[in-house]
Structure formats: C-alpha cells, structure tokens
C-alpha cells in the first residue's frame, strides 16, 4: 500500500523559509518512473501544483514559484523535501504530496495523495 | 496560463441519481484532463485521467468525457460515499498545469 504524509511547522513568520518533508511508504524513490510532486491549496481557492522530483533527479517547479523552491530527495530516508523562501500570508494553505509514475500516469497526473499539512504564515 | 472554470459550485443531488459535473478549459487542452475526488478532511483520489480513463479502482459508475475545451464528470448513480468535492485538472503542456475551482457534490 502506498502511503504519503506530510510534516513541517505549522506557523512561519513572512520572510521566512519554510521546509517540508513528505515521507513515504510502499514504494522506492529509486525506481526507474516513479515522481513525487508537491501541491497546495489556499483557504476557499484551487489547487495549485508547485514542484515535482522523479526518481532519475530530475526536477519541475511551477513557473510562477520557481525562483522560491527546491526540491530534493533522500532515498534512504524514503523522503521528499520541499523548501520555500520568503514566505508571505498569500502561501498559507494545505500542502500535500503525492505520487505519480511516468509510462502509467500522464505527466502531471498524482495518483496517491497525503493527508496535507496546514501551513500558516503570520507573524 | 489555462483557466480551469468547473460548475456549477455546488449539485444537490439525492442517492441514486445521474450526477454530471462540468469543466471548462479557457483554450484547448486536447484530451490533457483529469479528475479528482476530496471528502472532507481526506487526501484528494485521481478518478479519472486522459478525460475519459478511470484510474485504478475507481468504481465503473464514474465517467469522463470530453476533449478539447468542455469536459463532463458522469457519476451514473450517486452512492453515499460518493458526496465529495470534484476537481478537473489539465496537464496540457505541463508544468504547470491547472486546476478548477471545484464542484461539491451535497446531499439533496
């Protein structure tokens, strides 16, 4: 079964970064395909995609906030993380992870979700 | 960037009811469209992807059709479990792809 959370602070200050991680389960950040992606969701909005890494290390980041994440990944730890600098009160929201598999889903497509972590930037 | 508009925002809908869930891309996505499923305080479940797929074990009463700019959610007989909220989501020319607004599916 695979299985994604999320964890990180659930109050930063504007300015500051913010770190994420999303650990997983059933599943290797090591085989040839496999892609966790990040999105988040501000209060009564949409979805929005931020970042994406593939088991080869290869990255996406959304357009609008590349300049602000990163994204990396520890296989050992089965691990993602995200960071995003300068943290203002427009990113509060719900972040969540999830997974996807290159020749089984569409590019861009996640099939298995977390639960999301709440994230408020206030100081 | 592509605007996703779904409607209508909320469908009341009693169980055992056709429910059908609109999406409306602001230029083509071809056949680049997927669809989600949110119930409250749970983690979303791709239900539908290339706009008419179902993804694994998503029950045969969902739907999808659609390509280009309209796109249609079918949920042929509405179960208890199935009072959520839908989004759309293209994948044209990703990233960044984008999603809807949603539609919440409430009891009638």
Known sequence: QLTLKESGPTLVKPTQTLTLTCTFSGFSLTTAGVGVGWIRQPPGKALEWLALIYWSDDTRYSPSLKSRLTITKDTSKNQVVLTMTNMDPVDTGTYYCAHTRLLVLPTGTFDIWGQGTVVTVSS | ?108
């Open chain 2, 1 to 108: 960037e592509i605007v996703m508009t779904q409607s209508p925002a909320t469908l009341s809908v009693s169980p055992g009811e056709r429910a059908t869930l609109s999406c409306r891309a602001s230029q083509s996505v071809s056949s680049n469209l997927a669809w989600y499923q949110q119930k409250p305080g749970q983690a979303p479940r791709l239900l539908i992807y290339d706009a008419s797929t179902r993804a694994t074990d998503i029950p045969g009463r969902f739907s999808g059709s659609g390509s280009g700019t309209d796109f249609t959610l079918t949920i042929s007989s509405l179960q208890s479990e199935d009072f959520a909220l839908y989004y759309c989501q293209h994948y044209n020319n990703w990233p960044p792809g984008t999603f809807g607004g949603g539609t919440k599916v409430e009891l009638k």
